[in-house]
């Protein structure tokens, strides 16, 4: 009897846990799912721009349509084509040619992206949409883990039109996951299109499915490069060339050797010299390469005109649309659209913002700005100036200066906290959201969100800020071999003074100085 007893409790428990698993289950396929005990809330990654756009998106058909290539090989190789032909028609100063050869550059590049002159796309595209095919395979439900979804888009559109996809993919993140709320990271381009959606659904309250956002080197004050190039203000500052990162960000081959060569050559002043005569060149060539290939090709792009900072919007506009504006009339509403509702906003917006929601800013600098416009010493991520992606640091100018005389230097805003970075260049008193925004020595502006950040805003229990953890203070350093951020450390008073007093770099600052002089006094004319 005993042994039927045991055999017949054994067999309940056996029966009551396969019941219960199948009521488990059943209950998961049903779509119930804790919202108030899953800490695995989702997030939503909002890529950048530049990615790859598709046709027939979503269909069985479906084909890469058009890729940056990496930048590096391809536009190497197709601009070492057309490099041996420029030398004759500088001297001959033929600049309608320079001017053709490379507009028939940029029609080759990007003609297949092109928009027309009313803001539309000529081929029909769209953004990758991964972002999509994970919603449809990843079950959060029954794995909480699962819980990071790309949002993706043609970064070519308006961004007040993007706007409504970033609302529909929110919305469906919540349904498919079973959260009322999700995490946002965005990066670039895509902080655009979180503004547009900020301004465009404001009477709806559009925070209402969004717990926290992080937002990545954001450009909805616009960068200086886009705000020189349309107005035309071109020029290749040497310095600016030797130091710049784009050679590595775009993949450029040998750029380690090439950068090497040519911060040699800007310290000797050899650099600065050869670079005068195209310096020359650019006012001869603009117009014809603007009306030909900049604007249709470029300037087209609605998105692209959101990167215009509002002091340069205005003329910008005239400059490149000018006696055109009639043809352009529908792009320039699209435009105006986000200007006027968005850009000249976006401050008060993402205040507001803060104010409802947890939101931390973070953006790469130590960089000179994009070295083909007159404002590239300016200290940035490569592409975005550092006041203007901080909204609104005090930044050390040109790049390489330091705040104050002589070191010595008082933050603006009287504080017990000290907002100063150690390296003594930005004072991050004055920005909008002082306590929320990181700086990033060293990080470029290409390349994907740091997760690791990410996730330590997203899952603490508490809003951080720079003030809350040691392991992520204001100022970070970006290791490029890590992928991690790691405290900026503050050089000692012998380290300065170390680095002021090394003996070789001040014999290699001599006979630097000593050529200088030279190359500058057997060039003084060119200029």
Known sequence: MKRILSGMLVFLVLFLEAAFGVVAQDGEAAGEHDEATCDQVPIIYCEGAWHSLYSNAGTPQQEEFWNTGGGGDDIVSDLQKLLPEFPKYIQNEEWDKIADILTDFVEALLSPIMFNSDGESVAELDGDINGMEQLLQQDHKADPSLREYDFNYDWREDPWVLAERFKNFLEQV????????????????????????????????????????????????????????????????????????????????????????????????????????????????????????????IMSLPMLWAYVPDEDYESGKEVCFGTNRGKYVNLIQKLDRYHYNVAVKADELLKDAAQKIRVGLYLGTNSPLFPLVENARRNSDGFVDTTLASLGATVAEPFGKKLGVFGIYKQKLKSSHNYVSPDNTIDASTCLLRDYTWFISDRPHIGGTNKNFAHWFFDSRKTQTVFSDPNYPQYLVFDDEQDIFVPQDEESFLEKVGTALNPVDRIKGFFYGIINFFITLGTWWID
């Not at 014809?288 to 090709?297: D, G, I, K, S, W």
Request: charged share 20%.
């Open 174 to 297: 919540c349904e498919k996951t079973g959260h009322s709320t999700v995490n946002v990271a965005a990066q670039s381009g895509s902080a655009v299109v979180f503004m547009a959606y900020l301004a465009r659904y404001k009477d709806e309250n559009p925070l209402q499915h969004i717990r926290a956002i992080t937002v990545r080197a954001t450009l909805h004050k616009g960068s200086t490069v886009f705000g020189d190039l349309v107005n035309k203000r071109w020029h290749i500052d040497s310095e600016a060339l030797a130091t710049t990162g784009f050679l590595r960000d775009f993949s450029v081959p040998n750029h380690e050797e090439i950068s090497n060569m040519l911060l040699a050559a800007d310290k000797t002043g050899l650099l600065k010299a050869l670079l005068a005569t195209v310096n020359r060149a650019w006012p001869r060539i603009l117009d014809r390469l603007y009306e030909r290939a900049f604007v249709p090709y």
